[in-house]
């Protein structure tokens, strides 16, 4: 969607309210609930607020009732409740889809603030729901599990999300391994190896030509990998790997699995196995992560993979603002 034309949907109240609508994710006049207290239909009217503009109410017609209702009622995205389970949602429609907007642009928290005058903290709460969002259609409970074949087999992967040490300065990473390193320079305290050697997040990931789908792991060993490969891909599938260790029971699991030494080719002359589509995919996430938002907090790296994950998914979509109003109705709408 271009951006008059998103504008022209938000130019007021009541606009944004018809195209909600229209589009499902809000309750039309012939879709709310009777009156609470009477039973009586009700209907949709005009409200002045406090800034003397109107916004659409439903409106119970009986008098001596009239009891009124928002029409964000039913919505738990535009009409949620907080910890206290009271209403919790200051923001206009208008304002609420100009951030999602802006989300769905990759527009920074720094230069969305700038252009909608919202604060930081507000822009950052609205970008985790969104991503939420993102998590809920990738799922396997909503997608299903992946299915790889000879032409379009199941790449999977692991790589680590933990940035570079300059100047050869500051802590080094380790392994696997939870103890200290047996390395001769280990125990070195001066300006430019000090402390623990410290274990950056790993992520582990499984690529198809249609989707990718990554996960957050403490560890990279067998137990953890293939309880992932289980439950994410259909039994039966094509897998193709490299050769790390805990991968080597793929087969007898009932899969059919093919490896790539990467030591020696990038592609096996034999199999044609290769793991270039989900390094590719690497290439893409730690773009936007490690480059573009400075890395983030680890309890927030799942979201965003997530999101990566989600526009993968959706890349085929004519209009990515209208793509992600759908998934939104499928999540949130009660």
């Known amino acids: 969607m271009l951006t008059r034309e998103f504008y022209s949907i938000i130019a007021t109240e009541e606009t944004a309210v018809r195209f909600l609508q229209q589009h499902g994710l809000l309750q039309s006049e012939d879709e709310t609930d009777p009156c609470l207290r009477?039973?009586?239909?009700?209907?949709q009217k005009r409200k002045r607020d406090r800034?003397?503009?109107?916004r659409p109410v439903f409106r119970c017609p009986r008098k001596g009732c009239q009891t009124t209702r928002s029409v964000r009622s039913g919505n738990r995205f535009f009409h949620y409740t907080d910890l206290n389970n009271k209403l919790h949602c200051n923001l206009s429609l208008c304002a609420i889809l100009e951030i999602v907007?802006?989300?769905?642009?990759?527009?920074?928290?720094?230069?969305?603030?700038?252009?909608t005058g919202r604060s930081t903290h507000t822009l950052v709460d609205w970008y985790t729901m969104c991503r939420?969002?993102?998590?809920?259609v990738i799922s396997v409970r909503s997608r299903g599990?992946?299915?790889?074949?000879?032409?379009?087999p199941v790449q999977i992967d692991e790589s680590r999300f933990a940035g570079r040490r300059k100047y050869n300065r500051g802590r080094l990473l380790n392994g696997d391994q939870a103890a200290e390193s047996d390395d001769s320079d280990a125990d070195v305290e001066n300006n430019r190896n000090h402390g623990r050697r410290i274990d950056g997040p790993w992520v582990f990931g499984l690529a198809t030509k249609a989707e990718v789908r990554y996960f957050v792991v403490q560890r990279r060993d067998q137990a953890t990998l293939l309880a992932i490969i289980q439950r994410e891909v259909e039994m039966?599938?094509?897998i193709h790997s490299d050769e790390w260790p805990a991968y080597r029971q793929l087969q007898a699991l009932g899969y059919q699995h093919s490896t790539v030494n990467h030591q020696q080719n990038y592609i096996d002359p034999d199999s044609g196995a290769n793991t270039q589509l989900v390094e590719r995919r690497w290439l893409d996430a730690k773009v936007h992560i490690m480059k573009k938002m400075r890395s983030v907090p680890l309890n927030q790296l799942q979201g965003h993979?997530?999101?990566m994950a989600y526009k993968i998914l959706r890349k085929t979509s004519e209009?990515?603002?209208?793509?992600?109003?759908q998934d939104l109705r499928n999540v949130y709408v009660d």
């Open 132 to 136: 939420e969002v993102c998590s809920s």
């Open 236 to 238: 039966g599938s094509v």
């Open 319 to 325: 209009d990515k603002f209208i793509t992600f109003l």
């Open 51 to 54: 800034n003397g503009e109107f």
């Open 101 to 115: 907007y802006y989300f769905l642009m990759d527009t920074t928290i720094e230069v969305a603030s700038a252009h």
């Open 305 to 307: 993979l997530d999101y």
């Open 145 to 152: 599990r992946l299915h790889g074949t000879i032409n379009d």
């Open 38 to 43: 009477c039973g009586s239909v009700m209907v």
